[in-house]
């Protein structure tokens, strides 16, 4: 998480948890965290003037690069929420945003007046989302990037103090794990890109990929399982009447189902999109329906 004094650089904005984001489960759909942070970020450009329309008049627009997204804790139907989010460049090509989600009013809970570690343990009860992004500015005639000092400061107007950001200056490979490729393909799907997925630059918005992936999920792991961690690479980009098929391989990491997802485009065979996924078990609460699926198994096919 990254701490700052509030300028230009930070926006957030107060909502609440409508009934469609909620899944099955009654735990926020991946979707729709991804549209609230995509919003957020697309508000907050609205500000520094480089929206995704502002741009739009000069053939430039913004793409989704990579993903980071850490699901932490899941708000319930109506509650109020806090999208908070920060940006910083990377090598003058990168436009990376830390993104969180979190209870609405609870910063000065106690004052002040508590331990460091009731404050640790209160953060993590109020955080629900604490996500990493990674955008790139470009020309759409050309599909080439745009260095971002042409329309953004290249130094940021940070405060001295309560600064914890350091890696502002260091290459992509120290904010972003790798996104392991699938071996073999457990289960699959086919899609077709439909109108109402695509986004302002007439390509399929990034949220839909994901979907596409989770899609492949079989039944007896969305029951009993929640999308904990979410790593996605974005490779090219998906027009209308693209024929997609989604592989995905099903593996274990710490007794937890792992899936690594491949996003393929039929005609040429060209890989879209690259996600992993970590899983970790649905609380108790969160299973207020009974389930009718087949048990887990961690068989030899998905070590």
Known sequence: MINIEDNSN???KKTTIGYSTIAKHGTIKIVS???FLQDAASEHAHLMGTSGFELAKENLGWVIFRYHIEIKNH???QEKVRVKTYR????NLYEIRVLTITKDGQENINNGEENFAIKEIEKEE??????KGCWIMINKKSGRPVRLSRFMDKELPLSSKNIEVTEKNEGLESHFSEVIKPETTHYQLPFKVRMHDLDLNGHVNNAIFVGWGVETVPENILSKFFPATIDVVFNKESLY???IISHTEIR???GNPFTLHSIIRQQDQAELARLNICWQVLPEKRLPFSIVAKEYSTSSSCE
Do not use: L, T
Request: net charge negative; aromatic share 20%.
């Open 241 to 243: 009447g693209d024929f």
């Open 10 to 12: 930070i926006y957030e």
């Open 252 to 254: 274990h990491k710490s």
């Open 126 to 131: 109020n955080e629900f989302v604490n996500a």
């Open 88 to 91: 910083f460049p990377c090598k």
């Open 75 to 77: 708000p319930d139907w």
């Open 33 to 35: 965290i991804m549209n």
